[in-house]
């Protein structure tokens, strides 16, 4: 019926290398960007949504940890950490020239090309924002098949301190921001000016004529969406069923490979692993239980 | 015998002999993938000439599909990590099909597991008609599963009662893969041998149970999993040792090997061959790291054949050795 299951398909080639750290920056309380660059050889190129398996030698955290690329930046490949535990605590307390290792570029990313599709709407959810910078940074460089005009982004965050998150996007394009409890200022306006109260989807739904310069349709939608899992959820089940969808999605890993079957997650398709046919899954071929029906309003 | 194979083994000095035997089967270095860290081959395949491997031990096979556990699966440990995948596979048909995309040459040992001993005999049963298949390991051991597995492994009496099915199912070599979690793992060994077993397997991963410290709940979505890892080689090398001693069996030795130096400790303590599995997890280019080691490793401990350090251990170590045993034959 359509490329997609192809194009999900085809994990590229990945290397395991040594690194050094050269800057860790705290975003928010739980969010640290990790600039990186090769000791000796660059790995290779990534696409939009693969990630890499960063491994501290030595210390007290056995397995890699997986994350998303936020862009490659020159020979900088730039991660974006959320502490979650020992192992991302561990790495958040890296210092520059401290050594790691980075296995990939591993799994299946976003789309270059979604069929059909003239515009890009990305859907960030928070800390989880990461992998729709490494699409609008590919964008930008002309590796995808959309300009930097047809993509439209709704950053969805829980409180107004994390729109620092918006940095994720800003070398590139300003994210239309919407904040689920939302600070006030003196004259109980919402903080940030121009924020939308509520989720990233709801902002999306709210403002959608306003997402484009011009109309456009369902089906020449794509919509890349990042974030928490019930995020994920309510935009499979609610952008219509004529736009194609695509999630990055989370959960813990061990090998990141394919190889032990420590990520999987139930779709139509039956288990796949987050490792290799994901994390990004899209609606089409994995959810299609979930999207709504013709002529359903959503 | 070296210098007649072409290519997948330049990788070997011509000076040092890593081939091994195990009872009637013989493979060309004693490096293994363990089975359930290495799937069915097809990823390795990407960035592994699995003819380097002595063997790919095959995912746990039932006689139909298992989907496994739901939600989390895997949690690191100190050294280590907890799974609990649930034995999820293809069933034995479908596994048959996947191993005709690997390539010639690689020596297949498919591991069986059963709900019951006759789904053990009839998985044994259908790998034994391919020609693909050089040798069964009975997974006895599996602790994340409520029937089968680690239930019929930890008695004696199942241990036989199995292994006697299975050997009466088949006429390839046949493994047997016991647990740590045992109070007598010689008793079992020794009941896999009466029943026969071509040889052991030792050990498989203990169980465990990791909480989740910022809902003090269970990580597992199983609540227990398998520990492995860096953690179990102790116990492992233990599990080796004792059934060394007590059982006239080649043995397999598995648990927490992550390197040339691992490799030399189980064979010190008694395996033939050696299986490595988390640390593959960890590392995907683990065998080429211990290939690359090996022979270095035998030779800097005096030793021109990987065999003959086997069980070295039991005799006073390094001093055991004899001129005669393969200290410069190479030189």
Known sequence: ?298 | MFSSESDGSRWIPKSVDLSVSLGPLRLANPVLPASGTFGYGLEAMEWLDLRRLGAVVLKSTSLAPRPGHRGVRVAETPCGMLNAIGLENPGVREALALVERLPEGVVLVASIFGSTEDEYAAVAEAFSHSPRISALEINLSCPNVAEGGLAFGRNPESVARVTARVRAATSLPLWVKLSPDTCDVVAAAKAAHAAGADALVLGNTMPGLAVDRRTYAPVLANVTGGLSGPALKPISLRLVYEVYRHVPLPIVGVGGISDAGDVLEFLAVGASAVQVGTAALRDPFVFERIFAELPAALRAAGVDRAASFVGIAHRGGLRALTPSEGRGEAE
């Open chain 1, 1 to 298: 019926m359509t490329s997609s299951i192809a194009d999900l398909a085809t994990p590229a080639p990945f290397a395991d290398l040594p690194f050094f750290v050269k800057d860790v920056q705290a975003l928010t309380s739980d969010l640290v960007l990790l600039d990186t660059v090769p000791a000796e050889f660059l790995p290779p190129d990534a696409r939009p949504g693969q990630f890499f398996q960063i491994l501290l030698e030595g210390g007290e955290v056995y397995l890699r940890r997986p994350f998303s690329l936020v862009a490659r930046l020159g020979v900088v490949h730039r991660f974006a950490v959320r502490v979650v535990g020992r192992g991302t605590s561990a790495i958040a307390r890296l210092r520059p020239g401290d050594r790691l290792r980075l296995l990939g570029p591993l799994g299946t990313g976003f789309p270059l090309a979604p069929p059909g599709a003239r515009k890009l709407l990305l859907l960030a959810g928070g800390v989880g924002a990461a992998p729709l910078a490494s699409v609008l940074a590919a964008v930008a460089q002309g590796k995808t098949a959309f300009r930097t005009s047809d993509v439209a982004i709704v950053l969805g965050i829980r409180r107004s301190e994390e729109a620092v998150l918006a940095r994720l996007f800003r070398p590139w394009a300003e994210p239309l921001l919407a904040v689920e409890r939302p600070s006030k200022d003196a004259e109980g306006k919402v903080v940030p000016p121009g924020a939308f109260p509520g989720t990233a989807l709801d902002a999306a739904f709210a403002r959608w004529q306003e997402l484009w310069a011009e109309p456009v349709s369902p089906e020449e939608i794509a919509v890349f969406v990042s974030g928490p899992k019930p995020m994920l959820e309510a935009a499979f089940r609610r952008l219509p069923q004529a736009a194609r969808v695509y999630g990055a999605f989370e959960a813990p890993m061990a090998c990141g490979t394919g190889l032990c079957r420590g990520c999987v997650v139930e779709t139509a398709v039956g288990n796949v692993r987050l490792c290799r046919e994901g994390p990004v899954l899209s609606r089409e071929v994995h959810f299609p239980h979930l999207a709504p029906r013709e002529g359903d309003a959503s």
